[in-house]
């Protein structure tokens, strides 16, 4: 684990000498967390070039999203009983007033997203990631995913939804017990403690975890060797992907990277 705590990241490596910023996000509302905003828009200013997990405008711009959704025109709905169906339909409506009829054919797997934000609150500010990525377009820094869009779509593909649904099942079995969870994960964002972002997310994924944490790491770290080392690159990914043994962070150091915690005032 990483010994010091801090969501923001200073790395250059010992014989190129090329300059990495490495920040830590989460993928809620910008004003809904405490994030080191005043340095974080500063060094994305000052850098050559911008990168997120994704490419966020190839996200967006797609025109069929069916990607959302489970395949075969199904349902969540046909993967219970109906007794379960509309008990996970109560719950979520009276816990986070999200009408799952509204939502049948959605990937469960996505269903969490919507859940969090519940629990945060309803809020007009995007979330932290786009609202980078945003920002250094208006800079006219150029942006790119350190992962291709087309590659989440497969990761996506590849989880069984039995396995989607078996989360949510969990999930709705104790929706007191997820808030206070989604809320303390807030709160080590909040005060920049990676390494229990890191558990929270080894622990909620299960199964999923090798496939959404340990692999996507190395694929990322593949990219960010293959960068221009005359360039300043500022990366920005989920603060669960830096600590940990096949963390970002651990990858660097074993690279030939140097790397150093930027404390916030």
């Known amino acids: ?114 859940i969090d934000n519940a629990i945060v609150g309803t809020s007009t500010f995007p979330p932290l990631d786009i609202k980078l990525w945003n920002f250094a377009k208006r800079k006219n820094i150029p942006v790119f995913g350190l992962e291709s869009f087309q590659r989440q779509l497969d990761i996506l593909n590849q989880i069984p939804i039995e396995d989607q649904i078996l989360n949510l099942r969990k999930l709705t079995r104790n929706v007191s017990l997820y808030r206070k969870k989604v809320n303390k994960m807030i709160h080590h964002y909040n005060i920049m403690d990676i390494n229990a972002i890191y558990r929270y997310a080894r622990k909620n994924l299960g199964n999923m975890r090798i496939l959404m944490i340990n692999e996507r790491n190395q694929r990322m770290l593949k990219t960010i060797y293959q960068m221009d080392p005359g360039k300043t690159h500022f990366i920005s990914v989920g603060a669960g992907h830096l600590p940990g043994n096949h963390g970002i962070l651990s990858g660097l150091k074993r690279n030939g990277w140097k790397v150093s915690a930027i404390i916030p005032n």
């Open 1 to 114: 684990m990483t010994r010091v705590q801090s969501t923001l990241w200073h790395c250059v490596h010992r014989e190129t000498k090329a300059v990495i910023y490495l920040f830590g996000t989460i993928h809620l509302p910008s004003n809904t967390i405490q994030w080191p905003e005043t340095p974080v828009l500063s060094l994305i200013e000052s850098s050559d070039i911008y990168f997120g997990e994704m490419d966020l405008d190839e996200s967006s711009n797609t025109l069929n999203n069916s990607y959302h959704y489970i395949d075969n025109d199904l349902s969540v709905k046909d993967f219970m009983s109906e007794k379960e169906y509309d008990r996970i339909q109560k719950i979520l409506l009276k816990a986070f007033e999200i009408n799952l009829k509204n939502y049948s054919n959605l990937k469960p797997l996505l269903f969490q997203s919507l």
